[in-house]
């Protein structure tokens, strides 16, 4: 059956050069500390809570990076809901600003499946897609 109503218009996160900068510089002393600096600083960028997500996924420390992950996944929801989203709609990956609330999500799926949650993890996964297939295949090196 087709849907005969329109899609809603993709949603586009606002960039926040000054949070950019400081993860670049972050990036420059790779260390933990360095990146949790930038959360601490910037708690609503959710590009500092993904790279934290994905290094405590990298270390093992599946416990963390579902904590990280979820943080930097529900900042982003907020945006997306102050930047007009009603729920539903595509998220395009090919926006630098969404990537960060979409590799949160990632990770989400990721950690929740490691820890058990494996319906939130297939509902994390699905969302991704949702929100624009290319970052699933992105993140899942496809």
Same mark, same amino acid.
């Given at each position: 059956?087709?849907?005969?109503? $329109? %899609? $809603? $218009?993709?949603?586009?996160?606002?960039?926040?050069?000054?949070? =950019?900068?400081?993860?670049?510089?972050? +990036?420059?002393?790779?260390?933990? =500390?360095?990146?949790?600096?930038?959360?601490?600083?910037? &708690?609503?960028?959710?590009?500092?809570?993904?790279?934290?997500?994905?290094?405590?996924?990298?270390?093992?420390?599946?416990?963390?990076?579902?904590?990280?992950? +979820?943080?930097?996944?529900?900042? /982003?929801?907020?945006?997306?809901?102050?930047?007009?989203?009603?729920?539903? /709609?595509?998220? &395009?990956?090919?926006?630098?600003?969404?990537? /960060?609330?979409?590799?949160?999500?990632?990770?989400?799926?990721?950690?929740?499946?490691?820890?058990? =949650? !494996?319906? %939130?993890?297939?509902?994390?996964?699905?969302?991704? +897609?949702?929100?624009?297939?290319?970052? /699933?295949?992105?993140? !899942?090196?496809?």
């Amino acid at each position: 059956m087709q849907n005969l109503l $329109p %899609e $809603p $218009p993709a949603t586009l996160l606002s960039a926040d050069d000054n949070a =950019e900068e400081a993860l670049a510089a972050a +990036r420059q002393a790779d260390t933990d =500390e360095a990146y949790a600096s930038v959360a601490a600083q910037h &708690p609503t960028f959710s590009a500092a809570w993904a790279v934290l997500a994905a290094r405590s996924m990298a270390a093992g420390q599946v416990v963390a990076a579902y904590a990280y992950a +979820r943080t930097g996944y529900h900042r /982003g929801l907020d945006q997306l809901r102050r930047s007009g989203w009603k729920g539903h /709609g595509p998220v &395009p990956w090919a926006h630098g600003p969404n990537q /960060g609330f979409l590799r949160c999500l990632h990770v989400l799926s990721r950690a929740a499946g490691e820890i058990g =949650e !494996s319906d %939130e993890a297939a509902r994390c996964a699905q969302f991704l +897609r949702d929100c624009d297939p290319a970052a /699933g295949d992105a993140l !899942s090196g496809t």
